[in-house]
Structure formats: C-alpha cells, structure tokens
C-alpha cells in the first residue's frame, strides 16, 4: 500500500493534537484513503517534552529544508503560529510542490493573496479549515456545499477566550478581571491575552471568511476591532434587562449598494437570536444565505484535537483529490 509522506511545522498544542489524532484514528483515515498517512519529519526545537506521545527522535528536524527538499514527503502542515517565519515556509513549501495544510488563521489573514496565488501559481492544494473555527466544519461548507448562494450576512462568536469571559460575567455575576483570572488558569486564556480579549484574533477570522465569502479581502489592521476589556457588569446587567446578552461577534454584511460593512465588537445579542446561547468556550458561526436562508455552525473553536481533526480533515481532503 502506497504512503502519503507528511512533513509537520511545529509539535506544540496544535501539532501534538494533530499527531495524536492521526494515531488514534488511523485505522479508519487509512481505509478510507486506501493508503497509508505518515508523519516522517517534524521541524521542532524541543524533542525532550512530555506531550503524551511517543515520536521517534529520528523524526525531529530544526532544518526546515530537511522537508521542503525531500522528495518523498507530499504534504507540509504548518502548525508555528505567527505570522512568520510560518508563511515563509508555506510558500518555499508550495514553490518545491507541497501541498500546504494549517490552522495559522494570523498569516493566512496577513497574507492572503500571496498565499492563494503561490498555491495557484505551482499547481498545489492550499487548506486551512482549522484556520476559523477550530473543529467546525464552517470553511469547507462555505466553499462546497453553500457556493451555490450569494451570501448576505456573517455573524461569528469565533474566540473561546472571550466567549468564555462574558459567560462567566453574565452567569457567575462577576466582574472582567476576575473572569480573565478563572480564564487563565483554567487553560482558557493566555498568560497575555491580548490578541484574544481585544478582538484581534476574531478579526484575523473575519477576514478570512469574509475573502472566502464576499471575494473581498479586507486586512485584519483595517477592520473596526473593539475587544471587551472596557465591559462592566453593569453593560451584562444592562443587557440583561433588554433581555440580551453580551458577545463578541466578528459581523460582515453585504448592503443592497453591493458594499460590505464590518467590524469586530461587543454586541447586544437578543435572547431569541441563536448566537445568545452559545456559552463557555465554544464557538458558533451564524451564515445568511440568499438561497438557503439562515444557518448556524456550532462546536469547539479551539483545542489540540477539535483543531487537529480540521487539519486531518484536510489531508483527507488533499490526498483523495490528488494523491492516490
């Protein structure tokens, strides 16, 4: 049986989910495929970390072209974050024939066309479901089963962090500063969370769905970001007398004059509206369509195996379509 070589950027949260999850279900990836999927190399410093599994130390490289040159490898994931050297790498990776999967939603945001167009340019596959949304099938859905709609309207509750915060503020009474505590140190928040809790992570997304849905590329640094660190609980309580709750929603809208308006900021969500029971960490994706109507996507925006299941998903997707 035949072999997909893969190449992995980065074995921290994401790519340690990422591998745990080809290992656990590798069975049925590979009878579905009818080949094998293999991680042959993987670029990272720390190979002494207890990550909860086994990888062979013949697997570590900290010399990228290790697997950007090697022939047999097929697919190269990109799981370092950041903008670079993450999209650097991406591209030397198409430009030597890679297939380039990740979940990187800040340097595909930054660098949206020059990534599009590198893949286009060497005939590659270029995914990033994982990107937005984490495990939530919300990317592939938009540009395969829904490209037959002109779509209207995207509203996103697209971090956990902060969703989890205003949760926490409109359920337990409490005030932002104590929610972020309980958010760090359960895992939920960083130990700087400022790309989360000022919307700059949601805004990254935003762009990428609004590119994928309206054919606009709008930059992350150009979207109106207001995050929620200025949230009081009288705001919760003010909300809650309007029967609404407090989210941060990532919103674009396509006007009748075919301009889109957008922006990423606290919004009063009405208790009858889907998105106002979306709490905790989870993330929901509410989509307008003109043919389908209103849809909602909801699960797990974040986390090594919801995000390393996305990423999988797409490797599925690459080899069925180019490299059995």
Do not use: W
Request: with cysteine; charged share 25%; net charge negative.
């Amino acid at each position: 049986m035949k072999t997909v070589k893969i190449g992995l950027l980065g074995l921290g949260n994401i790519g340690t989910g990422t591998y745990k999850a080809l290992e656990m279900n590798r069975s049925e990836i590979e009878e579905t495929l009818g080949t094998g999927v293999e991680i042959v190399k993987i670029l990272e410093r720390d190979t002494t970390r207890d990550r909860g599994i086994e990888v062979p130390l013949e697997k570590f490289t900290q010399d990228p072209d290790e697997i950007f040159t090697d022939p047999e490898i097929d697919i190269v994931i990109e799981l370092l974050g950041g903008i670079e050297p993450a999209t650097s790498f991406m591209l030397k990776a198409m430009e030597n024939g890679k297939h380039v999967v990740t979940a990187n939603k800040a340097a595909i945001a930054a660098n949206y066309h020059k990534l599009m167009d590198t893949a286009k340019a060497n005939d590659i596959m270029f995914r990033f479901e994982a990107s937005v949304g984490g495990g939530i099938p919300i990317l592939g859905t938009l540009t395969g089963p829904l490209r037959a709609n002109k779509f209207e309207e995207v509203l996103g509750i697209l971090n956990g962090t902060t969703n989890y915060i205003l949760t926490m503020m409109t359920s337990e009474g409490v005030d932002y500063d104590t929610a972020l505590k309980d958010a760090q140190a359960k895992g939920f928040a960083e130990a700087d969370p400022t790309a989360d809790v000022e919307g700059i992570d949601a805004a990254n997304k935003l762009t990428i769905l609004m590119a994928l849905m309206f054919d606009k590329y709008v930059a992350p640094g150009d979207i109106p970001t207001t995050g929620i660190t200025a949230i009081t609980k009288d705001d919760i309580e003010k909300a809650r007398a309007n029967n609404c709750r407090i989210k941060l929603i990532a919103h674009a809208k396509k006007l009748e004059n075919g301009e889109i308006e957008y922006a990423v900021k606290p919004m009063e969500i009405d208790e009858s509206h889907p998105l106002a029971g979306i709490n905790m960490e989870f993330n929901a994706v509410f989509v307008k369509g003109n043919a389908v109507g209103d849809l909602m996507f909801y699960g797990k925006g974040a986390g090594p195996l919801p995000t390393g299941s996305a990423v999988l998903g797409d490797v599925i997707d690459i080899v069925k379509s180019s490299l059995r």
